[in-house]
């Protein structure tokens, strides 16, 4: 069962915690490497995610082979839309087994029709597993691209987004810059300051960057997910500890500042 | 074992047939009560009611039907778009075509929409009541103050209110494809709407907002 966010407990149901590395391939990152069990492994038999195309935005794609996915890249910090095209790709495929990574809204949404396939097309038997980044908030791509231009950052150089207290840390080819919070609030979109949910409750597996030390933050909440994790690190495709005290603290702080943020804007916006 | 009544009050049957599909998996947990299986007995009371299809406005017979199973049941779930919705009956033209769904005339415990939810529903519904919650229950148990949803809504409700953030759940929802992402938001092509409210019951901001 999966549980919503509260006060007392903003980050959901947990079956684990953990810090993990990349292993097989250093490069790729950890979401990447279980994808890439997954798929090496014959565990999935397609991967849905999003890949950068320019800037900060990106596209959706239906990947089949480790070639394709080790060329996609991860984070595009705006909304890269399910659309019409993908149900076309997912519903002409042979594909039955497909892993999902997006963000904690389309989790939520896939959680909802995995479990409740409310009209025949609905493809709920072939979501296999849900993967969730973790997210602040996206921006509105055309504004928030005027704003790093006006700090003589183009688009195409942005390489990490990251929200540090009081400030938005991009980190682009040439160094880093840091844009005071409140600038920045108002090229995120409306529906995003509304939504409570850091890490993405409804997947099987939520993933982050870690917040004390160098790594990603995983959250399994299925047994489904902790399997696919303690599987994909015997197999050394990463490399797992169990998330200290002081990290998991930390985690909870962010996600109750998004929680928060949330009740504020519903009590200001609705 | 729990009894479960279904019955369908006008709509296609869509709905009972893909409960008769989870039949199997149903009947070892529950004692039903369907048209199909010719048993139908509405003079006892039941734990579970499942209504299909819309009501009828211009037949008290149908009007008391619904009253009646409303006292004998004591969970009573609105199944399927139409009952839910309302659904594409309401679009029906003409004085003695008046159809609502079943929430305007009898209380309803749950909504669940779907133009017909598929079988596993049924069955993952029931599973939610016995562990007794979840979002998704709560989400069915809101969704009872409306009387209507769809793609309309959606556009009303979510995106001119600026509120949608382009995620395509709603497209990737819609059975009819009659909902296409335009600049990064959900756009509405009428005439094919059938009114079935899966994209809005699918909406990560509609959902979030009613069940704040
Ligand atoms: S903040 Fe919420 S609504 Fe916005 S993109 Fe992230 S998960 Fe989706
Ligand atoms: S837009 Fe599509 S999903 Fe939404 S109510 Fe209409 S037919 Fe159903
Ligand atoms: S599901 Fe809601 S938030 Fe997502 S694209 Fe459709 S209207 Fe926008």
Known sequence: ???????????????????????????????????????????????????????????ILLIKTRDELLNTVGNCWSVVPYTMKLKDMLTSSNLNKIAFVGLPCQAQFLRHMKTFPLVESDFA????????????????????????????????????????????????????????????????QHGCLLCPDYTGVFADISAGRAITKKGTLLITRSKLGDNIIKKASEEGYI???????????????????????????????L | MPSILVLDLGGCEGCIASIMNSYPKLEKK????????????LDREFDFAIVSGPVSLVS?????????????????????????VGGIFLYSKGQNCRFASIGKVVDIDYSIPGCPPASRTIINFLNCIEKKGGRFLELFKALTKYQKLSGFDLIDDVVLTGLCVGCGACTLSCPTEALQLVDGVPDLIVEKCIRCGTCIVRCPKFTQNILR
């Open chain 1, 1 to 59: 069962m999966f549980h919503d966010v509260n006060l007392e407990n903003p980050i959901g149901s947990v079956e684990g915690i953990y810090v993990a590395k990349p292993k097989k391939v250093e490069n790729a990152g950890v979401v990447t490497s279980i994808l890439l069990y997954m798929l090496e492994n014959k565990k999935v038999d397609g991967v849905v995610t999003a890949r950068k195309v320019k800037g900060i935005l990106g596209k």
């Open chain 1, 239 to 269: 490399e797992v500890e169990s998330a200290s005290e002081d990290e998991i603290t930390k985690l909870k702080e962010k996600a109750l500042e998004k929680l928060k943020r949330a009740m504020d804007y519903t009590a200001k916006l």
């Open chain 2, 30 to 41: 529950y004692d039903l009560y369907i048209s199909y299986l010719g048993n139908l007995n």
């Open chain 2, 60 to 84: 008290s017979e149908k009007i008391d039907l619904l009253k009646k199973v409303r006292e004998n049941s004591k969970i009573l779930v609105a199944y399927g778009s139409c009952a839910s």
């Open chain 1, 125 to 188: 038997n072939k979501i296999y597993v849900i993967i969730s980044l973790f997210c602040m908030g996206t921006f509105i791509t055309d504004g928030f691209v005027k704003l790093i231009r006006e700090y003589k950052i183009s688009p195409e150089d942005v390489k990490n987004i990251d929200i540090d207290k009081d400030y938005l840390v991009i980190i682009h080819s040439d160094g880093e810059i840091k844009v005071p919070v409140d600038i920045v609030l108002n090229h995120i």
